[in-house]
T-cell receptor, first 117, second 109 residues
């Protein structure tokens, strides 16, 4: 298994500003993912972040709005840029590819609850 | 990715068995069936995965009929702490997880 922490756990931000969310894993992992979960909704994949390459974004998400860094095998950041109230959500990172763990068995962080006013 | 359909919500009482059925009529030959559990204010947690027949672990059982067009997650003797959202996912050997709406299970005393 893998233990994942996220910082901050929650934040309240003003529109037009940016917030960087950190995701730290206690072991080296190949794949890291960023999801968004809007209030009362399911999870939506934002992007896949692999170390040493550019993040791959899902339809509806762009790098200018959600830049991602993956400097090493245990860490990633997601920035929510030029925020608006519609960005108010829980942002979660997950990891896969740790050891012999199969791809469908991912481990999720606790999430970052973002409120934009 | 095959689309999944599951009930929006289910109510149960402590000590009962809860069975959640997920429909996935368009499941492909290479697809696995995976279930996740999400407690309030937490990230989802992997519960169980199967391809066909029955799989059991310390948390749940997964029943998959021969045609694989549906699957049933069985939670034995639930307790209040089993109150959560349960997601059924179908996909092949790919890291991308596609979450549906999930089933909110509420266990009452």
């Amino acid at each position: 298994s893998a233990v994942i922490s996220q910082k901050p756990s929650r934040d309240i931000c003003q529109r037009g500003t940016s917030l960087t969310i950190q995701c730290q894993v206690d072991s080296q992992v190949t794949m890291m993912f960023w999801y968004r979960q809007q209030p009362g909704q399911s999870l939506t994949l934002i992007a896949t972040a692999n170390q040493g390459s550019e993040a791959t974004y899902e339809s509806g998400f762009v790098i200018d709005k959600f830049p991602i860094s993956r400097p090493n095998l245990t860490f990633s950041t997601l920035t929510v840029s030029n925020m608006s109230p519609e960005d108010s959500s829980i942002y979660l990172c997950s990891v896969g590819g740790a050891g012999n763990i199969p791809p469908y068995e991912q481990y999720f962080g606790p999430g970052t609850r973002l409120t934009v006013t | 990715l095959a689309k999944t359909t599951q009930p929006i919500s289910m109510d149960s009482y402590e000590g009962q068995e809860v069975n959640i059925t997920c429909s996935h009529n368009n499941i492909a030959t290479n697809d696995y069936i995976t279930w996740y559990q999400q407690f309030p204010s937490q990230g989802p947690r992997f519960i169980i995965q199967g391809y066909k027949t029955k799989v059991t672990n310390e948390v749940a059982s997964l029943f998959i009929p021969a045609d694989r067009k549906s699957s049933t997650l069985s939670l034995p003797r639930v307790s209040l702490s089993d109150t959560a959202v349960y997601y059924c996912l179908v996909g092949d050997d790919d890291y991308k997880l596609s979450f549906g709406a999930g089933t909110t299970v509420t266990v009452r005393a």
